[in-house]
């Protein structure tokens, strides 16, 4: 199943300043892919298919409603904020949003479908406010996230959408969350940075349980340790830290244990906080981003390598990972990378480098 970053990070700079960078939407299962699965590049209103061994882009079809913008205008048409693409390789979701208003919130935003192999665009939702959305492993149902300022105050509500009706269903739920995923077809794993941090809903019966953690760490994501009963999570401690590296610690479904890890983030003024985490399906390697992006052995903390940013990655197979961002902070590259290794081979750089990889 998938593990992709799902969302492009510094489209829209002033937007992404009030809202949280969207994160991953992965399988708890299995990220690995199967090898016929195609992997997909949106550039300059065309879907591309990219050839991951040479890096060749082949164009698929053409669609308007994929080409990037960081217009600000409330008068110019929608523009693709972030897009995913669901499980089968066949369908693209694409949020849009159209201008700033003077608080630099969205002056609109929808999400629309595109189909892959004809760049058909239809409606999919159109409701305001809306900052980020992750499909489900099946493709059979949408979280929603949108964000209500009524009150004075960035409240986050989700609903969940199924793909096979046109009603999205409310979670009982709203607070602020910094990070959610998957963790199967019918549980979404919320991460909320207070006393009880981490929370699992079932959208099937709409019940939330939550996994209570020592109150002196502030926890700013989480997410499963494949093959094993354990969520690995990233924090600070509240009160007497200091200015250092986020911490990783382990929490045991079994018996609610948890046990802080020999190992820190790398530095911490690349990492004083961790927003994003992604295993090897073995749990063997550990990607993670801060303000830079680290790949390690989990086993050990050692590092693999080190990149400026990541705006989208993949997990191939048990050690191969393929990266679109950046080395050096300035030249855009995809990447493919041996975790085993450490070996990394651009496939791309520059300008062919650009738009939104996609990998079901």
């Known amino acids: 199943m998938r593990q992709s970053w799902k969302h492009v990070l510094g489209v829209f700079i002033t937007v992404s300043m009030m809202f949280f960078i969207s994160l991953p939407t992965l399988s708890a299962q299995d990220s690995t892919l199967p090898a016929e699965v195609p992997i997909f590049l949106l550039q300059d209103g065309q879907i591309m298919e990219l050839n991951t061994d040479t890096g060749a882009q082949t164009t698929i079809s053409q669609a308007p409603a994929l080409t990037l913008s960081s217009s600000s205008d409330s008068t110019q048409p929608f523009r693709l904020f972030s897009a995913d693409i ?40 159109n409701d305001p406010d809306m900052y980020s959305f992750a499909i489900s492993p099946d493709g059979q149902r949408v979280a929603i996230f949108y964000l209500d300022d009524t009150t004075g105050l960035m409240i986050q509500h989700v609903c969940i959408l199924n793909i096979a009706s046109t009603y999205c269903q409310p979670l009982p739920f709203a607070g602020l969350s910094s990070a959610f995923l998957w963790l199967d077809n019918e549980r979404l794993l919320l991460t909320v940075p207070e006393s009880a941090p981490v929370r699992i809903v079932n959208v099937e019966t709409m019940s939330i349980e939550t996994i209570d953690q020592p109150e002196e760490w502030f926890v700013y994501t989480a997410t499963p340790i494949p093959n094993t009963t354990h969520l690995l999570l990233a924090g600070r401690l509240r009160e007497g830290g200091g200015y250092v590296p986020t911490s990783f610690l382990t929490y045991n479904f079994d018996t609610a244990e948890t046990q802080v890890l020999p190992f820190a983030a790398l530095n911490v003024d690349d990492f004083p906080a961790v927003g994003m985490m992604s295993f090897s399906s073995n749990g063997q390697y550990l990607l993670y981003q801060g303000d830079a992006v680290a790949l390690i052995e989990f086993a050990t903390g050692r590092l693999i390598t080190r990149l400026e940013f990541v705006t989208s990655f993949g997990w191939l197979d048990d050690q191969t990972l393929l990266v679109q961002g950046s080395r050096d902070g300035t030249t855009p590259e995809i990447m493919r990378i041996d975790a085993s290794t450490g070996e990394i081979v651009s496939l791309a750089s520059g300008d062919s480098a650009g738009g939104v990889l996609l990998v079901p």
Do not use: H, K, S
Request: overall charge negative.
């Open 86 to 125: 669901d499980p089968a390789a066949e369908w693209i979701y694409v949020l849009e949003f159209q201008g700033l208003n003077e608080q630099y919130y969205p002056t609109g935003t929808r999400i629309m479908r595109v189909n892959v192999q004809t760049g058909q665009e239809i409606l999919f939702r």
